[in-house]
C-alpha cells in the first residue's frame, strides 16, 4: 500500500531556532505532489507549502522551507527563526500519483512546540 | 470570501441516531472531500467527489453516505451512530483533484455515546 509515513509523534524548540520534522512515504509513479499542513489548538488546516516531485528545485515560503530528496523518498520541513505561533501538529501529505482520482494521503502528523 | 464553510461544529449523538454534516464551497471548485481525524491517526478519507455528480469511497467509508448536491455543496450522512464514529470531521475542497492543495473546514466534533 502507498503510505506516507511521520515516524516522531511530538518535538520541542527553542524559540528562534531551527527545526526539522521529517516525513517519508511510498510510490512507485515518478511523478506526484507532497503537501505539508499545519494544524494550530484552532483546528482550523493551514497549508504551508507545496512541492510537485519532477521539480527537483526545493520549495521554500519565507521561515518554511523543505529538503526533497526524491530518490529516498524523503519530504522533511524545516523552521527556520521558530515562533510560538509554530506551535501546531503538522501533517505531511502526498497525492502519491498523478492523474484522475488522485487523493491526499496524509501522514500521522507530528506535534511540535515552541518554548519561549 | 468563506472558503468552505461545514457545519455543525459540534454535535452529540446517541447510537443509533441518525444526522447529516453539510458543508459548502465559495471557490468553485470542482473536488470535495470528506475526512475524519483521530489521536494518532492523522486524516482518513471517507468519501470524496472528483466533480460534480461523482462520489467515491475513500479509506474508510463503512457506515456513511454522501450526497454530492451541486457543485458548492458535498453533504455526509452517517445513518445509524455508532461510539466509533465519534472523531472530528473534516470537509475540504480543491480545484482538482490529481495537484491542487486542499482548502479545509472548520472541522465538526462529534460524540456518539
Known amino acids: 500500500a502507498q503510505t506516507v509515513t511521520q515516524s516522531q509523534p511530538e518535538m520541542s524548540v527553542q524559540e528562534a531556532e531551527t527545526v526539522t520534522l521529517s516525513c517519508t512515504y511510498d510510490?512507485?509513479?515518478?511523478?506526484?505532489?507532497l503537501f505539508w499542513y499545519k494544524q494550530p489548538p484552532s483546528r482550523q488546516m493551514i497549508l504551508v507549502i507545496r512541492?510537485?516531485?519532477?521539480?527537483?528545485q526545493n520549495a521554500t515560503e519565507n521561515r518554511f522551507s523543505v529538503n526533497f530528496q526524491k530518490a529516498a523518498k524523503s519530504f522533511s520541513l524545516k523552521i527556520s527563526d521558530s515562533q510560538l505561533g509554530d506551535t501546531a501538529m503538522y501533517f505531511c501529505?502526498?497525492?502519491?500519483?498523478?492523474?484522475?482520482?488522485?487523493?491526499?494521503?496524509f501522514g500521522k502528523g507530528i506535534t511540535l512546540s515552541v518554548r519561549p | 470570501n468563506a472558503g468552505v464553510t461545514q457545519t455543525p461544529k459540534f454535535q452529540v449523538l446517541k447510537t443509533g441516531q441518525s444526522m447529516t454534516l453539510q458543508c459548502a464551497q465559495d471557490m468553485n471548485h470542482n473536488s470535495m472531500y470528506w475526512y475524519r481525524q483521530d489521536p494518532g491517526m492523522g486524516l482518513r478519507l471517507i468519501y470524496y467527489?472528483?466533480?460534480?455528480?461523482?462520489?467515491d469511497k475513500g479509506e474508510v467509508p463503512n457506515g456513511y453516505n454522501v450526497s454530492r448536491l451541486n457543485k458548492r455543496e458535498f453533504s455526509l450522512r452517517l445513518e445509524s451512530a455508532a461510539p466509533s464514529q465519534t472523531s472530528v470531521y473534516f470537509c475540504?475542497?480543491?480545484?482538482?483533484?490529481?495537484?491542487?492543495?486542499?482548502?479545509f473546514g472548520n472541522g465538526t466534533r462529534l460524540t456518539v455515546t
Open positions: 467527489s472528483a466533480s460534480e455528480g461523482t462520489t
Open positions: 475540504a475542497s480543491s480545484e482538482r483533484d490529481y495537484d491542487s492543495p486542499l482548502h
Open positions: 501529505a502526498s497525492t502519491l500519483t498523478t492523474g484522475a482520482n488522485s487523493k491526499l494521503t
Open positions: 510510490t512507485s509513479e515518478s511523478n506526484y505532489y
Open positions: 512541492q510537485e516531485a519532477y521539480k527537483q
